[in-house]
């Protein structure tokens, strides 16, 4: 008699935004937004967006640090920092294996934005963290990402640390989530509607782009003290795809025809870590794209097209 594996009934990780707790630490901090992280038409681009997600988890395990002594928070690149320094478990390591942005009311440049992050549930390996923004001028953002812990030496899942049943666990209130990867990848050599009954499908596949190919450089600038090319890059990526359809559109960075100006839903799962010598090889990736009912979908794959490394998936709202 087989046993029902207990996380398959678990909600899965980075795919619900639950509201600020009553209980348990919520950290909270502010943040301006730069020139450097708007669009040409004034919007906080989806990259800057991830890489503030990523400064406000370090921020907070930092904080968490000073506050707790021997114990810290979590984030992706901090080891100098690492909460167990010269301890028997050695600096920690987390990775984003997923992140979701729901965007309400874009930010624009110069606007203070409040954030607040709070733990929002746990697995045997990994967290999932909140994250709420709130803008002086009207931005409303909000995001989950699952953070899975890593064994600095292997790379490899590590059980997370005792503390974390009571330094983050309050406010996920004994919520437990899985890690499964719900985007499915876009094949570059496979159509739209590959695996869809033709009959069914007749009336969508008018509403169905084909596949789109393009090529992508990953930059050194892109590695991080991880030495893998950073999360938030995959953000730029999907940008990029989003911006190539616009411009196929003839709709300006901004306007009424720009589907990231106003409300949407956009994720990105990560499958397989982009190491330094894929970006040293100087070998293009490729990036297949395809759009349906106005959702994309894409996928970052390696140079010969083997390995999907990353998919992400854009909702407009309105």
Not at 121 to 128: F, K, P, T, V, Y
Not at 135 to 144: C, L, Q, R, Y
Not at 218 to 231: E, G, K, M, Q, S
Request: aromatic share 4%; with cysteine.
């Amino acid at each position: 008699m087989s046993t029902a594996d207990p996380s398959s009934s678990r909600p899965n990780g980075a795919e619900e935004l639950l509201p600020i707790p009553a209980v348990g630490r919520v950290f909270r901090t502010s943040r301006t937004v730069r020139g450097s992280e708007v669009d040409s038409g004034g919007r906080l681009r989806l990259d800057a967006i991830a890489r503030m997600l990523q400064d406000v988890a370090t921020d907070d395990g930092a904080d968490l640090a000073r506050s707790t002594a021997g114990s810290g928070g979590w984030s992706e690149a901090d080891p100098q920092a690492g909460p167990e320094a010269g301890s028997e478990m050695g600096p920690e390591m987390w990775v984003v294996r997923r992140t979701l942005i729901e965007q309400l009311r874009p930010a624009g440049p110069g606007e203070t934005l409040q954030l607040a992050t709070f733990c929002s549930g746990l697995g045997s390996r990994w967290a999932e963290r909140r994250i709420s923004i709130r803008g002086e001028d009207g931005a409303a953002i909000e995001a989950v990402a699952l953070w899975v812990h890593l064994d600095r030496v292997t790379g490899r899942p590590k059980l997370l640390p005792s503390r974390y049943a009571g330094d983050l666990a309050a406010s996920a209130a004994g919520r437990m989530v899985s890690a499964r990867q719900v985007i499915d990848p876009v094949r570059p050599d496979a159509p739209a509607d590959a695996d869809a009954d033709a009959d069914a499908d007749a009336d969508a596949d008018a509403e169905a782009d084909a596949v789109s190919v393009r090529s992508w450089w990953p930059r050194a600038t892109d590695v991080d003290i991880l030495d893998h090319v950073n999360n938030a890059v995959a953000w730029a990526v999907l940008e990029q795809v989003l911006a190539d359809r616009l411009a196929a559109t003839g709709f300006r960075p901004g306007s009424a025809g720009d589907p990231r100006a106003g409300a949407f839903r956009a994720a990105v799962e990560f499958r397989d870590a982009i190491d330094r010598p894929v970006v040293e090889s100087g070998e293009p990736m490729v990036v297949a794209a395809t759009t349906r009912d106005r959702a994309t979908a894409l996928t970052l794959w390696s140079p010969d097209g083997a390995t999907a490394h990353l998919s992400a998936r854009f909702d407009p709202r309105d």
